[in-house]
């Protein structure tokens, strides 16, 4: 996220920008643990809007940005156990096809011809978007930085931001493990850390830590190749949030514990992959005689609502947010970064961000919010 703002502020012709980041590198937060999805498939309108604008940016981001992302867009496939998921999709799939997104709508034996080796038993149906896909989450950071950097903004690591300053109800300064930067303007990009960041400027950022488990499975012995669809596409079971999609020879899988709560813990838990395995071997029963490689674990970044924090603060002027995108926010970056961007410089972010706004908790909370949090 905030290697995005800084690309588009720098596009923008705003170059006097510090990129602050604590870790050595970038992207080793949430961004380099995820599992690189992308999709239009969402439940609300504003993450459709954000998803369509997006996957045309990373559609050609080499060119525009300059920078590989490996884009593979062979489609997400959602598989519908039950008939309320059956009931949400149809809805949700008449929502998507409003806004011009080609989504389509499948019989269980159609989905298992798009996934080789996938066993659709119990699945009531399918939805598929050949648009969606996975693309490399490093890449795209490093994409927006690189280019940033070479506009004008400075991007500095093993930087730690320890406190921002306020002065009459309005940013006037960061302070950091290397000293006091001056600014009017301060975007919280801070990611599964944002309310911790969202308070040392006495704003409420409610967003939640919660970790989620990555799996990669390879060949077992005496095997040559994993029986997987050969193509990339994401396979999600809608009812378990057990999904996966191939990577190198392998396959990558993962699955919410829904016992998890809040934590920055990021280790993984072993004794929650037999569950996953019991799920996996239904939907993917090559993977009884596959071995796990290894895996990893990162945090969610979850608002109340599923939804993002887009947009100013409220009650402080120039501090702004991008925080909350709920386990969606590496494909969401592009769109978010551009309208944040527009924001700052004053600009119309051609976007209605009443579903994103700061202080909407107390309002309309979780019923306007997002479904498919996966
Ligand atoms: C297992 C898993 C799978 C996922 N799968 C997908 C997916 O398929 N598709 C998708 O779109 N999204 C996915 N996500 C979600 C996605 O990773 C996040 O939404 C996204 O990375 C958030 O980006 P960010 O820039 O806000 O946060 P981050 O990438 O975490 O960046 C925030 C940065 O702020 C830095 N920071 C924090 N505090 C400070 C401080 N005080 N000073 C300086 N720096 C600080 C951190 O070091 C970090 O690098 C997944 C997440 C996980 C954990």
Not at 197 to 213: E, F, K, L
Not at 233 to 242: E, G, L, P, Q
């Amino acid at each position: 996220m905030g290697a995005s703002v800084a690309y588009h502020l720098a596009r923008r012709g705003v170059t006097d920008v510090v990129l602050l980041e604590r870790g050595k590198m970038l992207a080793t937060g949430s961004t380099g643990r995820n599992a690189g999805g992308v999709r239009h498939q969402f439940s609300n309108e504003a993450n459709i809007r954000l998803s369509i604008e997006s996957i045309e940016l990373l559609e050609h981001f080499v060119d525009e940005v300059g920078h590989p992302i490996d884009f593979h867009q062979d489609g997400y496939l959602f598989l519908l156990s039950t008939p309320a998921s059956v009931e949400t999709f149809r809805h949700n799939v008449a929502l998507q096809r409003g806004l011009g997104v080609d989504v389509q709508w499948l019989e269980p034996r159609q989905a298992a011809a798009l996934a080789p080796g996938l066993n659709v038993t119990g699945v009531l149906a399918a939805t598929f978007c050949r648009r969606d896909g996975i693309a490399d989450p490093n890449g795209v950071t490093m994409g927006f930085a690189r280019t940033a950097q070479s506009l004008g903004v400075v991007v500095e690591r093993d930087v730690e931001v320890t406190a921002i300053k306020t002065v009459s109800g309005r940013v006037s300064a960061v302070e950091t493990t290397r000293g006091t930067i001056d600014t009017r303007i301060v975007v919280n990009a801070a990611g599964p850390y944002a309310r911790l960041v969202g308070t040392m400027a006495s704003a409420d950022v409610p967003v939640d830590p919660i970790r989620r488990h990555i799996f990669i499975a390879a060949p077992g012995s005496g095997q040559a190749t994993l029986d997987v669809p050969s193509s990339h596409i994401m396979v999600i079971d809608f009812d378990t949030t057990f999904y996966f999609h191939r990577e190198g020879a392998g396959l990558l899988f993962g699955m919410g514990d829904r016992q998890e709560t809040p934590t920055f813990d990021t280790t993984v838990q072993w004794d929650f992959l037999p569950q996953v395995i019991d799920v996996a071997i239904t939907r993917l029963p090559a993977l009884a005689d596959a071995s796990i490689s290894h895996a990893w674990a990162g945090l969610y970044e979850m608002s109340p609502d599923g939804n993002p924090i887009l947009g100013s603060a409220d009650g402080i002027d120039g501090l702004y947010l991008i925080n909350g995108f709920s386990g969606h926010g590496f494909q969401h970056s592009p769109a978010a970064g551009r309208i944040l961007a527009d924001l700052i410089t004053g600009r119309d972010p051609r976007f209605d961000l009443t579903p994103f706004a700061a202080g909407r908790f107390g309002r309309h909370g979780a019923a306007a919010g997002e479904r498919y949090v996966v």
